[in-house]
């Protein structure tokens, strides 16, 4: 929640901080395909990409679609919109790379 805030706020090195704290607290008390992880690392992904990291960025939404394809039906819209986004930073690397 307060990574959300700061997100918002535009505080971005605090908001991936929160959400890397929820993440610990979800590793110590969820299971490993739980949905709230995949949350938390797409969020994070999006700090990544609005903070013009796309490499990192790529990675957060990487573990998101893994989670997701693991625990969610294939047709799935959470999927979709996951892979979705994972091609726009794909194409974000690919201009930044040239």
């Given amino acids: 929640m307060i990574g959300m805030v700061k ?17 610990e607290i979800y590793q110590k008390t969820l299971p490993k395909n739980h949905s709230d992880f995949a949350a938390s690392y797409n969020n994070i992904g ?10 990192e960025a ?26 979705q986004t994972i091609e726009i930073v794909n194409k974000f690397l690919l201009l930044v790379r040239r």
């Fill in 58 to 83: 790529l990675a957060y939404y990487e573990y998101a679609l893994d989670i997701l394809s693991s625990s969610l039906p294939p047709s799935h819209p959470d999927i979709e919109n996951v892979r």
């Fill in 7 to 23: 997100t918002r706020q535009e505080e971005y090195g605090e908001a991936i901080e929160f959400h890397q704290k929820s993440l």
């Fill in 46 to 55: 999006g700090l990544y990409r609005d903070m013009g990291e796309y490499s």
